[in-house]
Nanobody
Framework: QVQLVESGGGLVQPGGSLRLSCAAS????????MDWYRQAPGKEREFVASISTSSITNYADSVKGRFTISRDNAKSTVHLQMNSLNPEDTAVYYC??????WGQGTQVTVSS
């Protein structure tokens, strides 16, 4: 059974940082490209970042230069380092595999 478990969300002030993690089980992690998506209240889920099996990364324009995605194949974990956060980054952040599995999400709230 495939499981993706996100962690690391929380409340942070504008300009602050958070590091999200997604621990995968039930898959051969190193063989899967991984993505982060987010969904803000009243909006559709949107792509944030992706990392390929060879660690090639891609970012949405809205987070480029502020967010960094990385992976640790030994721990079957993908991370999202988020810096210079602003209120528009407030959303539930989801981990996703290209074969269609989603995590339960972790809430990120950016507010003073």
């Amino acid at each position: 059974q495939v499981q993706l478990v996100e962690s690391g969300g929380g409340l942070v002030q504008p300009g602050g940082s958070l590091r999200l993690s997604c621990a995968a089980s039930g898959i051969i992690f190193s063989l899967h490209a991984m993505d982060w998506y987010r969904q803000a209240p009243g909006k559709e889920r949107e792509f944030v970042a992706s990392i390929s099996t060879s660690s090639i990364t891609n970012y949405a324009d809205s987070v480029k230069g502020r967010f960094t995605i990385s992976r640790d194949n030994a721990k079957s974990t993908v991370h999202l380092q988020m810096n210079s956060l602003n209120p528009e980054d407030t959303a539930v952040y989801y981990c996703h595999t290209r074969v269609g599995y989603w995590g339960q999400g972790t809430q990120v709230t950016v507010s003073s």
